[in-house]
């Protein structure tokens, strides 16, 4: 269940390093997307481990009556009956209550269960997708349903408007619109992180019109206008792939006995997009074997070999919630001072963005004796904290 747990972290923090990564791409408009940026409010807590108990779909949409601020009139809003961990039962509580009182609400009711409810804390990423979705039904473009949504548990809810608005164009229109759909987000001139959760959130929703055919996704993402959106699209659609679970979630694009795929047959300027997400695929197919993880990216093409091993020091603090110690001790794992390097660099940046101070990654980079790895850490890091 933990290494469960450790991959929906890993990945619902993605989205926000790749955001980082193509607005100074964008800043330097490098031929290759630099290194990957750190995790984002990494979770502390551990997942409930208990056994999952099913609830009735049916008791979760048991009704009661609320008043409105009036008082004159009144709204239906689901009884919560999901303590267990049945996602079926959640999905249909978030659905209801998103419907029948206000996405402000559902966000109000998600964030007062996360801090009791282990289920929530691991699939609050999904669930904000969910929200996402249903509030999308209310607006015809997806900048009107920006303008009431929250960026809790990694902005999932902007990524599932996103479906939801994909969705309703259809496959069949899809090609034509697809460069449209984001015009009207409000920070688009800027470049902002509004506009990149809209474009990312596209990879998300073509993934799912396609039912996860990957290259066929990326294909979408081509129709756009612009290196940045192609790139943006793309990191949603990797994402998507990435977090099949084989039951709910099926994706022919992973493959265990070949963990570097699809990166390894990407289209040239998606590889490193892939790569930025990929070390935490891999750490589950292996148990979470970093020596191992560090032998597969050192085979990974030149150019993007260094993403791998940063991506790997992101996975490697983000695992341990940030832990000198074993952080330290995982990035020294790496067979030489390349793979060390950069898995600190990696490391040090998710200490941060963990954080949101440099004092405990101070630390992580005086724990080491080397004084070359001590000096890349504390430099990148001082770097780092600057653009906070």
Same mark, same amino acid.
């Given at each position: 269940?933990?290494?469960?747990?450790?991959?929906?972290?890993?990945?619902?923090?993605?989205?926000?390093?790749?955001?980082?990564?193509?607005?100074?791409?964008?800043?330097?408009?490098?031929?290759?997307?630099?290194?990957?940026?750190?995790?984002?409010?990494?979770?502390?807590?551990?997942?409930?481990?208990?056994?999952?108990?099913?609830?009735?779909?049916?008791?979760?949409?048991?009704?009661?009556?609320?008043?409105?601020?009036?008082?004159?009139?009144?709204?239906?809003?689901?009884?919560?009956?999901?303590?267990?961990?049945?996602?079926?039962?959640?999905?249909?509580?978030?659905?209801?209550?998103?419907?029948?009182?206000?996405?402000?609400?559902?966000?109000?009711?998600?964030?007062?269960?996360?801090?009791?409810?282990?289920?929530?804390?691991?699939?609050?990423?999904?669930?904000?997708?969910?929200?996402?979705?249903?509030?999308?039904?209310?607006?015809?473009?997806?900048?009107?349903?920006?303008?009431?949504?929250?960026?809790?548990?990694?902005?999932?809810?902007?990524?599932?408007?996103?479906?939801?608005?994909?969705?309703?164009?259809?496959?069949?229109?899809?090609?034509?619109?697809?460069?449209?759909?984001?015009?009207?987000?409000?920070?688009?001139?800027?470049?902002?992180?509004?506009?990149?959760?809209?474009?990312?959130?596209?990879?998300?929703?073509?993934?799912?019109?396609?039912?996860?055919?990957?290259?066929?996704?990326? !294909?979408? &993402?081509?129709?756009? #206008?612009?290196?940045?959106?192609?790139?943006? $699209?793309?990191? *949603? +659609?990797?994402?998507?792939? =990435?977090?099949?679970?084989?039951?709910?979630?099926?994706?022919?694009?992973?493959?265990?006995?070949?963990?570097?795929?699809?990166?390894?047959?990407?289209?040239?300027?998606?590889?490193?997009?892939?790569?930025?997400?990929?070390?935490?695929?891999?750490?589950?197919?292996?148990?979470?074997?970093?020596?191992?993880?560090?032998?597969?990216?050192?085979?990974?093409?030149?150019?993007?070999?260094?993403?791998?091993?940063?991506?790997?020091?992101?996975?490697?603090?983000?695992?341990?919630?940030?832990?000198?110690?074993?952080?330290? !001790?995982? &990035?020294?794992?790496? #067979?030489?001072?390349?793979?060390?390097?950069? $898995?600190?660099? *990696? +490391?040090?940046?998710?200490? =941060?963005?963990?954080?949101?101070?440099?004092?405990?990654?101070?630390?992580?980079?005086?724990?080491?004796?080397?004084?070359?790895?001590?000096?890349?850490?504390?430099?990148?890091?001082?770097?780092?904290?600057?653009?906070?």
């Amino acid at each position: 269940m933990r290494t469960k747990l450790f991959l929906l972290l890993a990945i619902a923090g993605i989205g926000v390093i790749a955001f980082a990564v193509l607005r100074e791409w964008r800043s330097s408009r490098l031929e290759n997307s630099p290194p990957p940026e750190a995790f984002l409010n990494q979770i502390r807590n551990e997942f409930d481990n208990s056994a999952p108990v099913e609830t009735s779909t049916t008791a979760a949409i048991s009704q009661k009556v609320l008043d409105t601020k009036t008082g004159t009139q009144s709204v239906s809003t689901p009884k919560f009956n999901c303590s267990g961990g049945s996602w079926d039962c959640y999905e249909t509580y978030y659905v209801a209550m998103t419907k029948s009182a206000s996405t402000k609400e559902a966000f109000g009711d998600l964030r007062a269960r996360y801090s009791e409810d282990g289920y929530v804390r691991a699939m609050c990423h999904p669930l904000t997708h969910v929200i996402g979705r249903t509030a999308s039904e209310r607006f015809e473009n997806p900048g009107d349903a920006y303008l009431e949504g929250d960026p809790f548990c990694w902005s999932g809810y902007y990524h599932g408007v996103l479906e939801g608005v994909i969705g309703r164009i259809g496959l069949k229109n899809l090609a034509e619109r697809m460069d449209t759909i984001c015009v009207n987000i409000k920070d688009r001139e800027g470049y902002g992180f509004d506009y990149y959760n809209c474009v990312h959130g596209l990879g998300h929703g073509v993934m799912a019109i396609t039912q996860n055919e990957l290259w066929e996704s990326l !294909d979408y &993402c081509d129709k756009l #206008t612009g290196p940045w959106e192609q790139l943006s $699209c793309a990191s *949603g +659609a990797y994402m998507e792939n =990435i977090i099949a679970d084989g039951k709910m979630h099926i994706t022919k694009f992973l493959n265990p006995s070949e963990p570097l795929y699809p990166c390894n047959t990407s289209p040239d300027k998606y590889k490193n997009t892939c790569y930025l997400m990929q070390t935490s695929y891999m750490l589950k197919v292996n148990g979470r074997d970093f020596k191992k993880t560090f032998e597969w990216c050192s085979g990974v093409e030149e150019a993007h070999r260094r993403t791998c091993y940063e991506s790997l020091g992101r996975d490697a603090s983000g695992g341990t919630t940030s832990n000198v110690g074993q952080t330290h !001790d995982l &990035c020294m794992l790496g #067979t030489d001072a390349e793979q060390r390097a950069h $898995c600190v660099i *990696g +490391a040090v940046k998710d200490f =941060i963005s963990y954080f949101h101070s440099d004092a405990q990654a101070k630390a992580f980079c005086n724990s080491f004796e080397d004084e070359d790895l001590k000096q890349t850490c504390l430099t990148t890091g001082e770097g780092y904290y600057a653009q906070f």
